[in-house]
């Protein structure tokens, strides 16, 4: 009965941003790490950003650090991916998961279903 479900995605231009949340029942889950993965057409899954269950400060895979932020609010169950200074490449379907610790890519146990991000030249 865990569930988690992205939402927020959408289409927008190279240079702007968008905002996908993450909201989750099921679990506990201020005990619970949270990661946001994504998957581009004709490519692996990969990682995008994670954050642990302390709150402390989350990490980021190469591709997105200094353009995307995750922050999590326990008092909603909810996370949250900020994504500035998008890029063609950002182009993909954005999952979220849970698991006690972060992960690597295919490593946690929860899933939930994606969100579209499609960003144009």
């Known amino acids: 009965d865990v569930q988690l479900q992205a939402s927020g995605g959408g289409l927008v231009q190279a240079g702007g941003s968008l905002r996908l949340s993450c909201v989750t029942s099921?679990?506990?889950?201020?005990?619970?790490?949270i990661g946001w993965y994504r998957q581009a057409p004709g490519k692996d899954r990969e990682g995008v950003s994670c954050?642990?269950?302390?709150?402390?400060?989350?990490y980021y895979y190469d591709s997105v650090k200094g353009r995307f932020t995750m922050s999590r609010d326990n008092a909603k169950n909810t996370v949250y991916l900020q994504m500035n200074n998008l890029e063609p490449e950002d182009t993909a379907v954005y999952y979220c998961?849970?698991?006690?610790?972060?992960?690597?890519?295919?490593?946690?146990?929860?899933w939930g279903k994606g969100t579209q991000v499609t960003v144009s030249s």
């Open positions: 954050i642990s269950a302390s709150a402390s400060m989350p």
């Open positions: 099921g679990f506990t889950f201020d005990d619970y790490a």
């Open positions: 998961a849970a698991d006690i610790k972060c992960y690597g890519v295919d490593m946690m146990d929860y």
